[in-house]
Nanobody
């Protein structure tokens, strides 16, 4: 399974972006999907995850109320709607498929990352 993330870019503080991640070469229907991010000089951190049926979601505390994760299994795609962006949200965002977890090592497949830059 290959994951391709897209939708990153430059946005002003308070703005919105929608990230997408589409799988190819296999199905992600039975996998939980997650988004992680990594800022320069920092470790990769959990952003959000969604169970394979889409009925359960988890968010990092700093993203609650601002970010929304969703999935479309028919399109093999997971989304991350990001509103109220802050400069500290600047990072490379990665999508992943695997177990529903806060920990990167629980995910088997990873996308290549898409850069989000939030200007103040």
């Amino acid at each position: 399974v290959q994951l391709q993330a897209s939708g990153g870019g430059l946005v002003q503080a308070g703005g919105s972006l929608r990230l997408s991640c589409t799988a190819s070469g296999g199905t992600i229907k039975r996998h939980a999907l997650g988004w992680f991010r990594q800022a320069p000089g920092k470790e990769r951190e959990f952003v959000a995850s969604i169970a394979w049926m889409g009925d359960t979601t988890h968010y990092a505390d700093s993203m609650k109320g601002r970010f929304t994760i969703s999935r479309d299994n028919a399109k093999n795609t997971v989304y991350l709607q990001m509103n109220g962006l802050k400069p500290e949200d600047t990072a490379v965002y990665y999508c992943a498929a695997g177990w529903d977890s806060y920990y990167p090592y629980e995910y088997t497949y990873w996308g290549q990352g898409t850069l989000v830059t939030v200007s103040s």
